[in-house]
């Protein structure tokens, strides 16, 4: 883990628990990827000791050459490319609250074109749900991660929007995802994004162009007051938390899957 957590690394340790396995965990100073020792040894060691690795880093690359150079299976617990751990557990929540995925089920996403986004637009164009994304101009996801979610969607039948238009993307929209405004490495920047992505705040009056019964969908942690208000963190509770408990469902899921029991 290069990156402080509180959701990814609890639900990981506690998932191995479950499973009856044992997770060691190794922060920034433990290790020093790419700094202390290169990434590739890091890898071939790791892999003589344990069975998976779980990566939550700063560069994608890092999980990529971890991948590499490894021979056990390695999980992107996060990058600032994707976030495909909780994109796994957005879609359990989805299906949870508004029902079978596909079937024109339409998530809304408000915000920067980040990680997590990037994770979503995979997820759902793979799963057939509509995805319709509001991001600042310049804010956009990265253009490969949209060609491939249209690719992806001419199979599924997903339709899958990139706009700059907040009200737009989220007109009759079953849920509305928002994501910080500024991520970890990204602090110096994070006043001059508050004023830009003023206008798509989740709040009351931007959720009221979706479903009556729309719910609010945020990763946590969440800057109140700023990409998100109190009142609709409160009101929407119980799918937020939600999403947190299902990295913990998800990941075990995941977990079963590589260890193949």
């Given amino acids: 883990f290069e990156k402080p957590s509180l959701r990814t690394r609890v639900s990981f340790e506690v998932s191995m628990a479950h499973l009856r396995g044992h997770a060691i965990y190794l922060g920034p100073n433990d290790v020093g990827l790419g700094t202390r020792e290169a990434v590739p040894d890091v890898a071939a060691s790791l892999s003589r000791w344990v069975d998976i690795i779980s990566a939550r880093v700063y560069r994608h690359s890092t999980v990529e050459q971890l991948a590499e150079h490894a021979t056990i299976p390695v999980i992107n617990a996060l990058s600032d490319r994707e976030h495909?751990?909780?994109?796994?557990a957005d879609l359990l929540t989805l299906q949870e609250f508004c029902g079978p995925l596909g079937n024109g089920l339409k998530l809304a996403y408000v915000g920067d074109g980040n990680n997590v986004l990037h994770a979503l637009l995979l997820a759902c164009a793979k799963m057939g749900v509509n995805l319709s994304a509001a991001c600042p101009n310049g804010y956009f996801p990265d253009e490969a991660y949209i060609q491939e979610a249209r690719?992806?969607?001419?199979?599924?039948?997903?339709?899958?929007?990139?706009?700059?238009q907040p009200e737009e993307v989220v007109r009759d929209a079953d849920a509305v995802y928002t994501d910080v405004w500024a991520s970890m490495g990204q602090e110096a920047e994070r006043e001059q994004r508050a004023k830009l992505f003023a206008p798509y705040q989740l709040n009351a009056t931007l959720l009221a162009h979706a479903k009556p019964n729309a719910i609010a969908m945020h990763c946590l942690p969440a800057h109140r007051g700023e990409e998100i208000t109190d009142e609709v963190m409160e009101r929407h509770k119980a799918s937020i938390l939600e999403q947190a408990e299902n990295r913990l469902h998800t990941q075990k899921a995941l977990l079963l899957l590589i260890i193949g029991l």
């Fill in 151 to 164: 690719r992806l969607a001419a199979v599924s039948g997903a339709r899958i929007e990139i706009l700059s």
């Fill in 84 to 88: 495909p751990i909780q994109a796994f």
